[in-house]
């Protein structure tokens, strides 16, 4: 079974940017979805972005025009670059296959 860490979160201000990081133990070049979610304290976890294995692309209304996810299938890494950062980003961002999910790794954007 496929293993899942994420990396790259951290503090940052209002309106700065983030790389996260999801690197899989195996190809994920067959994975028909990756999945990046947020959980912020006392909230439900929350859909964030997707990725098909043809490379399509969705996104939630929070990351429209702000977030960026991306793959690379021979690295078998998938990545969420998130821009003009606001507080209300500020939670853990998981990566997930649909069955398999990360430990999380933590963005808070506070100045």
């Known amino acids: 079974q496929v293993q899942l860490v994420e990396s790259g979160g951290g503090l940052v201000q209002p309106g700065g940017s983030l790389r996260l990081s999801c690197a899989a133990s195996?190809?994920?070049?067959?994975?028909?979805?990756m999945v990046w979610y947020r959980q912020a304290p006392g909230k439900q976890r929350e859909w964030v972005a997707t990725?098909?294995?043809?490379?399509?692309?969705h996104y939630a209304d929070s990351g429209k025009g702000r977030f960026i996810i991306s793959k690379d299938n021979a690295k078998n890494i998938v990545w969420l670059q998130m821009n003009s950062l606001k507080p209300d980003d500020t939670a853990v961002y998981y990566c997930?296959?649909?069955?398999?999910w990360g430990q999380g790794t933590q963005v808070t954007v506070s100045f």
């Open positions: 195996t190809s994920i070049s067959d994975i028909d979805t």
């Open positions: 997930s296959t649909g069955r398999t």
């Open positions: 990725i098909t294995s043809d490379g399509n692309r």
